[in-house]
């Protein structure tokens, strides 16, 4: 190969180097902008998971609420069937 064919070839090399350089470069400043929303989508989720067992803390509050009242009133059910003499309910 002559000099020319060389030269040529390095300088194509050269703007090859330039544009992949070009493209690291574009591609950490999209990496840059991807971490910063996981951080963001992180923080979001933390907030909806405090939200979440909030909301779960809450259901098993009504629910021990209800199940205590359920059973008291079954226990007077059964104290007046027992005194007007009447079978249990079946449930």
Do not use: M
């Not at 405090?50 to 059910?77: P, T």
């Amino acid at each position: 190969a002559d000099v020319g064919t060389l030269k040529a070839d390095v300088g194509t090399l050269k703007a090859d180097v330039g544009t992949l350089k070009a493209d690291v470069g574009t591609l950490k400043a999209d990496v840059n902008i991807l971490k910063a929303e996981s951080k963001k989508t992180s923080k979001r989720l933390d907030s909806i998971e405090k939200e979440i067992r909030s909301i779960r803390k809450g259901i098993n509050e009504i629910i021990e609420f209800f199940d205590h009242e359920y059973l008291g009133l079954n226990a007077r059910v059964e104290r007046l069937e027992k005194f007007v003499n009447i079978p249990p309910s079946i449930s």
